[in-house]
């Protein structure tokens, strides 16, 4: 059970999914693999029926944004009332490989949005900000201070999908890769995502004049960045970023389901159906 916001249930989400990794890994040698790395007969931690164990969310938190895509709207009261129905259903996850704060090569899953650049500098201003300022108010005046302080870089980008790899140069302030259709105190980053499709949706936003990318912010919370020429969408299985300039790497932070852990180099791949939710 998580309670709490985005970060908090996605720390939770990974304690289930690492327990179960780990578990499969001490199996594997005397039971051999099945497909996705589980145990051939048997899921680590299992409930009676052979289940995985399904992960409640009371959204208690600051963003809330991975519970509007579950279709839990009305706040913790609705939340209670998913939990008490049993519910469940099989959501995607990202696993993801990046530079961590402390210089460290990190893996970790995510569950609803891994975002590059100017997300990474929103949520370590919004940490700074009272607890009277928060929820969308917050988030939409971290955002403005982040666009003052990013910068849009020339992202080396290595794309999958359906079996093609291809590979491109992507100018961009933020490359969101969407699980889940909201962030950032509820931005409509992703209309077209669904946490359950298996892919990613991409967004890419791009501007070099400040003012105007400023302008965009507003846009987001209504979906109709989509409409600008400088937004750009693509789906994947899979991408890599990378800058050429480590130093600038470094500066290209990230942001993890609304928390600040590193930053570029970055690899992600949809996990099909690897955490259990009662929602």
Not at 55 to 65: A, K, M, Q, R, S
Not at 70 to 75: C, I, M, T, V
Not at 110 to 127: C, H, P
Not at 217 to 236: A, W
């Amino acid at each position: 059970m998580a309670v709490g916001g985005d970060g908090t249930f996605s720390e939770v989400a990974n304690g289930v999914l690492m327990a179960e990794d780990a578990s499969a890994r001490s199996e594997a040698g005397a039971e051999g693999l099945a497909p996705g790395g589980a145990p051939t007969g048997a899921t680590p931690h299992a409930e009676a029926d052979g289940r995985p164990p399904a992960v409640g969310l009371i959204n208690v938190g600051t963003g809330g944004d991975f519970r509007r895509s579950l279709g839990l709207d009305g706040g913790y009261e609705r939340c209670l009332e998913a939990i008490a129905l049993g519910r469940d259903r099989l959501v995607d996850v990202g696993r993801a490989s990046f530079r961590g704060n402390g210089g460290d090569r990190v893996e970790q899953y995510f569950v609803n949005v891994l975002s590059a650049g100017l997300g990474g500098y929103v949520d370590r201003y919004i940490e700074t900000m009272p607890r009277l300022v928060g929820g969308r108010a917050g988030y939409y005046l971290a955002s403005l201070r982040a666009v003052l302080v990013s910068k849009e870089r020339p992202v080396l980008a290595r794309i999958t999908w359906e079996g093609e790899t291809r590979e491109e140069v992507i100018p961009a302030y933020l490359i969101a890769i969407c699980n889940g259709r909201w962030f950032g105190g509820g931005m409509d980053i992703a209309p077209m995502a669904l946490p359950d499709d298996g892919r990613f949706e991409v967004l890419t936003i791009t501007e070099r004049n400040k003012a105007y990318l400023a302008a965009k912010v507003r846009k987001v919370y209504t979906g109709r960045h989509l409409e600008e020429p400088t937004v750009h969408h693509f789906p994947c299985e899979r991408v890599e970023l990378r800058l050429e300039d480590e130093a600038a790497e470094r500066r290209f932070l990230l942001d993890v389901d609304g928390d600040a852990l590193g930053s570029l180099p970055l690899t992600v791949e949809v996990v099909k159906e690897r955490l259990r939710i009662r929602a």
